[in-house]
């Protein structure tokens, strides 16, 4: 952003506080793993109870585990403001935050646990979309560019990592769709809940 209001905000001291959101669009048979990794990182977010550096733990790791699997990547998509105003910035946080909660089946049910017969025998999804909301402080390129293209987004999820451990993050969110095992994510439902994703 290098409009004069920009340039005057900074100029003025003011904070800058970017709010974004990553969709990433997995397939294949490996993604399954993932779904527990997400599924764990969920039940810790909810034991955390909004501590920023067990939410921040748990984004490294889904972050971590993304990057070792971009082999599966198919699509994405980016998407975020920048604002000069704490509250406005809280504002698009909550209008993140309810958009990815009503994506299809992105709400985990944290209270099912499955027997051994019952996790063999259900289905396995081979889509996995995975969505990513951040608040910061400050400016990092490497999330405010486009998205779409394998390296820039390893360097963005690099960059949330890096964030985590320099303690800029205000706000995180992470969402994935189909949110258990045994639910399916067809090409159709696909299609009609994330129709920004870009292929890769």
Not at 79 to 106: K, N
Not at 121 to 148: K, R
Not at 190 to 200: K, R, S
């Given at each position: 952003?290098?409009?004069?209001?920009?340039?005057?905000?900074?100029?003025?001291?003011?904070?800058?506080?970017?709010?974004?959101?990553?969709?990433?669009h997995l397939?294949?048979?490996?993604?399954?793993?993932?779904?527990?990794?997400?599924?764990?990182?969920?039940?810790?977010?909810?034991?955390?109870?909004?501590?920023?550096?067990?939410?921040?733990?748990?984004?490294?790791?889904?972050?971590?585990?993304?990057?070792?699997?971009?082999?599966?990547?198919?699509?994405?998509?980016?998407?975020?403001?920048?604002?000069?105003?704490?509250?406005?910035?809280?504002?698009?946080?909550?209008?993140?935050?309810?958009?990815?909660?009503?994506?299809?089946?992105?709400?985990?049910?944290?209270?099912?646990?499955?027997?051994?017969e019952e996790?063999?025998?259900?289905?396995?999804?081979?889509?996995?979309?995975?969505?990513?909301?951040?608040?910061?402080?400050?400016?990092?390129?490497?999330?405010?560019?486009?998205?779409?293209?394998?390296?820039?987004?390893?360097?963005?999820?690099?960059?949330?990592?890096?964030?985590?451990?320099?303690?800029?993050?205000?706000?995180?969110?992470?969402?994935?769709?189909?949110?258990q095992l045994?639910?399916?994510?067809?090409?159709?439902?696909?299609?009609?809940?994330?129709?920004?994703?870009?292929?890769?």
């Amino acid at each position: 952003m290098t409009s004069w209001r920009a340039r005057l905000n900074k100029f003025s001291g003011k904070t800058r506080y970017v709010v974004c959101r990553l969709f990433i669009h997995l397939s294949g048979q490996e993604v399954a793993p993932l779904l527990g990794v997400l599924n764990q990182v969920a039940r810790d977010a909810m034991d955390a109870d909004g501590e920023m550096s067990d939410l921040g733990e748990g984004l490294v790791s889904v972050c971590q585990n993304l990057l070792q699997m971009n082999t599966s990547w198919q699509s994405a998509a980016n998407e975020g403001d920048v604002f000069w105003d704490e509250g406005e910035a809280g504002d698009y946080v909550e209008e993140l935050f309810t958009d990815s909660a009503q994506r299809y089946l992105s709400e985990p049910n944290l209270s099912q646990t499955l027997t051994e017969e019952e996790s063999l025998s259900i289905p396995i999804t081979d889509n996995l979309v995975v969505m990513l909301g951040v608040a910061y402080e400050g400016e990092v390129l490497d999330l405010e560019a486009n998205l779409a293209d394998v390296e820039a987004l390893e360097y963005a999820l690099k960059a949330l990592i890096n964030l985590h451990y320099q303690e800029q993050l205000r706000a995180i969110q992470i969402h994935f769709s189909p949110a258990q095992l045994g639910d399916l994510l067809t090409e159709d439902q696909l299609l009609a809940n994330f129709p920004e994703l870009i292929p890769l």
